[in-house]
Structures are given as structure tokens and as C-alpha cells.
């Protein structure tokens, strides 16, 4: 396994390979892991998205899941890095983490199959994929403004070849409270039927990502709170959630909600919704059905 990390160095974009504590360029350049300005480990040109892959989230929704996994992209600006803020845009306040292991493509995929794509796979990294469910009324089949607002794809902190996606813990930390806790087992269609399955029809280019799914108990966070995703073996990417600095406008486009299916969404209830009820499962305590501002 080796580990590598996309920083800014001296103001410009550089890979590194980690040893120890410090992060080595290529041309020597070298600087300790807690100084480092993070950028995502990789420049896709998309990032496509698994909907329901693991066990306890399809179980939390009290639904089942579809014959083959079904999916939405999340474009490119909405990429972020390691320690940087994710910003919750005014106006809005629905909005929701999900810890997930991104996948990212080393070469070319075309019509490949499921024992191929391991082939094509540099290496994997901690992702969160957030969603605001503000829109989710208006976005709900596209999920382009849920999934795809700006800074709402945080990788990092490091890619890491030759990792095993089997049997790993997967956790979600809100102020270092762990609020999801699950296990890559869980997945009914692992890394490699992923890529396979998207690789049919839609050419997969090196540096292009695919997030692979998150447990149960997504729930929403509040600016200032700071929120981990740790992946065995992965590390843990942080980040801190910031008030956007102007509001969603009010003068075109649909607004932001909370009707039922929005607020049954983010708190984790079942579609069929009967008033919001107490969050179930680890970090219940830290949201209530009144407050989320």
C-alpha cells in the first residue's frame, strides 16, 4: 500500500507520497502532514454516485433494494479537499453528511468486466457524499442541486493504492461523536461491480471518482459543527460546516422546503411520514426536530 496526497505546495498544486509525518514531491520538496493545505487527491472529469448499496441504510428507509443499483452524478465544482469548510448556503438547513469510500480510476474503463475493473483502479479514498435536502423536492430524480452544490464532494485526505475494500469499518464523527458506524460488508454490489456496471455504457477516464454508498443514519449538521469521515485503512477526512456567504436567491429557480418528504429524508424516517420523529441511532442526541438553524 502506498498512501499519496494532493497539497498545495508553495501556491501551486503538487502529488506527494507520504512517509512517516511528512509529504514528499517528486522533486524532493517535502513538508510535515499537519502543515499541508489539502486539495482532493484527484482531478476527475465526473463523479457518479451509488443511490442504496448498504444493508442498514436500505434497512433504516424501510424499502428494498432495486435489481442492479441505480445512480446520479454530482458535478465537478462541487469537488473539496481535506480540512476545508463546507459551506450550508443561507436559507437553507437540511443538510445531511454521508461517510463513503470513493473509488478512483486509474486508466481508460470501457466495457469492461467485473473481474477486470480492479485493473483499472488507482486507488480509494474518504469521501462524504453531502446532500441538501432543502431542494429535494424540486431535485429529487437529477439530485443535481442536493448532491452537486458547491464544496458537497470532499475526498481525502490521501489516495491509497492496493487497499482491500473487504471486511473495512467505516465511521461518521460530528464533533467527534460517532454518529454512523458500518462495514463495507454491508455493500450488496462491491468497488469492482460498480465500476463494471457504469463502465458499459459511459467511458470512465483516469482520476474520475465513483462513491460507493453510505450506512445508516445520515443526519443534518449545523454551521461549526466539524465532521470526520474515517475509513480503515483510508484515514479520516475532515471537515467544518460554514454558513455560505450569501444567501440561496429568492427571485428565480424553485426554493428551498420542508414538506415531508424533505424532513423525512434528512432525519432518516421512513416515506411514509407521520410527523418528524426522534432520530434513531448513534448522535440521535445532537439533532432535534425543532432547531436546525
Not at 517528486?26 to 484527484?42: N, Q, W
Not at 474515517?230 to 428551498?256: F, S, W
Request: aromatic residues 6%; proline residues 6%.
Amino acid at each position: 500500500m502506498a498512501e499519496y496526497r494532493r497539497i498545495l505546495l508553495e501556491g501551486t498544486p503538487v502529488l506527494t507520497q507520504r512517509d512517516g509525518d511528512i509529504l514528499v514531491a517528486a522533486d524532493g520538496r517535502s513538508i510535515g502532514v499537519e502543515e499541508a493545505t489539502h486539495l482532493a487527491p484527484c482531478s476527475p472529469s465526473k463523479i457518479i454516485c451509488v443511490h442504496l448499496n448498504y444493508s442498514s441504510r436500505v434497512s433504516e428507509f424501510m424499502t428494498k433494494l432495486p435489481a442492479a443499483p441505480t445512480y446520479f452524478q454530482k458535478p465537478v465544482s462541487s469537488l473539496t479537499g481535506h480540512g476545508a469548510n463546507v459551506v450550508r448556503p443561507e436559507r437553507c438547513k437540511w443538510l445531511n453528511y454521508e461517510g463513503e469510500v470513493a473509488i478512483i480510476i486509474s486508466r481508460t474503463a470501457r466495457n469492461i468486466s467485473r473481474e477486470e475493473a480492479g485493473d483499472h483502479i488507482l486507488g480509494y479514498a474518504a469521501a462524504n457524499d453531502y446532500g441538501l435536502h432543502d431542494f429535494r423536492d424540486t431535485d429529487a430524480g437529477s439530485m443535481l442541486r442536493v448532491k452537486g452544490s458547491d464544496t458537497l464532494c470532499p475526498i481525502g485526505p490521501a489516495l491509497v493504492t492496493d487497499w482491500d475494500y473487504r471486511g473495512k469499518q467505516i465511521r461518521t464523527y460530528v464533533n467527534g461523536e460517532v454518529v454512523q458506524d458500518g462495514n463495507t460488508d454491508e455493500m450488496e454490489w462491491d468497488m469492482h461491480y460498480l465500476v463494471a456496471d457504469i463502465a458499459r455504457n459511459i467511458t470512465l477516464e483516469p482520476g474520475d471518482v465513483l462513491l460507493s454508498g453510505t450506512p445508516a443514519n445520515s443526519r443534518p449538521v449545523r454551521p461549526g459543527d466539524v465532521v470526520g469521515v474515517e475509513v480503515e485503512g483510508l484515514g479520516t477526512l475532515e471537515n467544518t460546516i460554514v454558513t455560505g456567504p450569501t444567501p440561496i436567491r429568492d427571485d428565480v429557480g424553485a426554493q428551498p422546503t420542508e414538506s415531508e418528504e424533505v424532513l423525512s429524508t434528512a432525519m432518516g424516517g421512513d416515506w411514509e411520514f407521520r410527523g418528524i420523529r426522534a432520530p434513531r441511532g448513534p448522535g440521535a442526541k445532537h439533532y432535534d426536530s425543532k432547531v436546525e438553524d
